[in-house]
């Protein structure tokens, strides 16, 4: 089945995903680290007292989204789904008002758990699940709402922040979800697919079965598939966070950096359609080790990258970091329902989705730590370079050892 006939049939129901995704970019670092200098003047810290703060209600979410995240396998998808966006609306007007230490630590957390941890969460949830031949390609479809995100908000807030204020922006992002995001997405969502053994498009019998949450952690190869999973997202948090130090340091625009995440935006959506069709032809697990070519290239790039005008260079980096993180997103969502099924997604989901945010609560913290202590941000970037090749490597062995084990039991 190619792309449009998938779309004709599933328009509606992929759309959720999409707009699900597309909302989680409230609660993204993209997004709130637009705001950094903004709220380190306003509540006078430091960088790394900001960062701290930041990696707590990041590791909160992260702790709570373990248990919250199982409710989807347990409710209504319309209930789950109405549920995460009243969180998030209210996160966002939280951000709004806040006025001290105390609320903005609380809105931070709630931007990260019901944005980053839920919305992600509720989205390649149902959508790996109503899926199984396509499934690839249903995914690479919801991914598309990160990069609609990441090319729209950043240009929206600079201009918000620009002509209503920091707060005055979040109470419009609020109002936007309450009157138009939350009907939409609820509406979308009503055309979720019936379980069927025979419909190609739903869900396949077979497949509703799979390993528990417990049965997975006795999996040793799931751990290094984790790490290098979690790796791409966790370097790029920090790296995020501080690309205002990284445009302060070489005498860049911040507005360029903006203007940057559309083409970055652009790349994802193709990498990512491309990477659901050859999931779908040769499988996720074979996929993923190529995902690491254009970050490490990226790292390189950015390092050399002094010379080379600043649209050039910004453009570039931002074109080579889309490529990474739209291929990873589409491998990453369909690994786990093809590595342990689909009967338990939820609770496995919850889980990677708890590790994903505990790495990436890390990352603002120690790189604020970093840059205090006389880092650059090129250290940072060559950091995350050996880091990458790291987890890399360990995933080739796992993959060697894994299929050598395959070999013998076939042989036995």
């Given at each position: ?8 049939k ?6 959720f ?18 705001y950094?200098?903004?709220?380190l003047?306003?509540?006078d ?7 701290l703060?930041?990696s707590?209600?990041?590791?909160a979410s992260?702790?709570l ?29 939280l ?5 001290n ?26 959508i ?5 031949k396509?499934?690839?390609?249903a995914?690479?479809?919801?991914q598309?709402g ?11 807030a ?7 204020g920091w ?13 138009i995001?939350w ?6 969502g ?6 069927s ?7 396949d ?25 979690l ?10 966070f ?104 939820g609770?496995i989901k ?20 970093l840059?205090?202590?006389?880092w ?13 090749l790291?987890?890399?490597?360990l ?5 060697i050892?894994k299929?050598g ?8």
């Amino acid at each position: 089945m190619t792309y449009s006939e998938f779309i004709k049939k599933n328009a509606r129901f992929t759309g959720f995903g999409i707009m699900a995704m597309a909302f989680s970019g409230f609660g993204q670092t993209y997004v709130i680290a637009l705001y950094n200098n903004e709220i380190l003047e306003s509540f006078d810290l430091s960088k790394s007292n900001l960062g701290l703060i930041y990696s707590i209600a990041t590791l909160a979410s992260g702790l709570l989204l373990m248990w919250s995240g199982l409710f989807i396998d347990r409710m209504r998808l319309s209930y789950f789904t109405s549920i995460t966006l009243f969180g998030l609306i209210t996160s966002c007007f939280l951000m709004a008002f806040a006025s001290n230490i105390v609320t903005l630590f609380l809105a931070l957390f709630m931007l990260r758990h019901f944005g980053q941890g839920l919305c992600t969460h509720t989205a390649g949830t149902a959508i790996a699940r109503a899926y199984n031949k396509n499934r690839g390609r249903a995914l690479a479809l919801a991914q598309t709402g990160l990069p609609l995100s990441e090319g729209l908000y950043p240009i929206i807030a600079v201009f918000l922040i620009l002509n209503l204020g920091w707060q005055q922006s979040w109470f419009a992002f609020g109002m936007f979800l309450l009157l138009i995001g939350w009907p939409l997405v609820l509406w979308l969502g009503r055309a979720q697919p019936v379980p069927s053994a025979s419909n190609e498009d739903g869900i396949d019998q077979e497949v509703e079965t799979g390993m528990s949450r417990m049965q997975v952690l006795k999996d040793w190869t799931f751990y290094p598939f984790t790490l290098f999973v979690l790796s791409s997202p966790l370097l790029l948090t920090g790296l995020y966070f501080q690309h205002t130090v990284m445009v302060a340091e070489r005498g860049w625009d911040i507005s360029t950096l903006a203007s940057a995440f559309m083409l970055y935006a652009v790349i994802k959506v193709f990498i990512s359609l491309f990477t659901g069709f050859m999931i779908d032809r040769f499988s996720a697990v074979t996929v993923l080790p190529f995902t690491a070519i254009p970050i490490i290239g990226a790292y390189i790039f950015l390092l050399n990258s002094h010379a080379l005008p600043e649209t050039l260079a910004l453009f570039c980096y931002m074109s080579l970091v889309g490529m990474n993180v739209g291929s990873t997103g589409t491998c990453g969502a369909s690994l786990w329902p093809e590595l342990y099924g689909t009967k338990f997604l939820g609770s496995i989901k919850s889980l990677t989705g708890a590790f994903f945010i505990f790495a990436t609560s890390l990352a603002p913290w120690v790189s604020g730590i970093l840059l205090d202590s006389g880092w650059t941000f090129d250290n940072l970037v060559g950091l995350s370079l050996a880091i990458t090749l790291f987890t890399l490597s360990l995933l080739l062995m796992t993959l060697i050892v894994k299929r050598g084990l395959g070999r013998r039991k076939e042989a036995i």
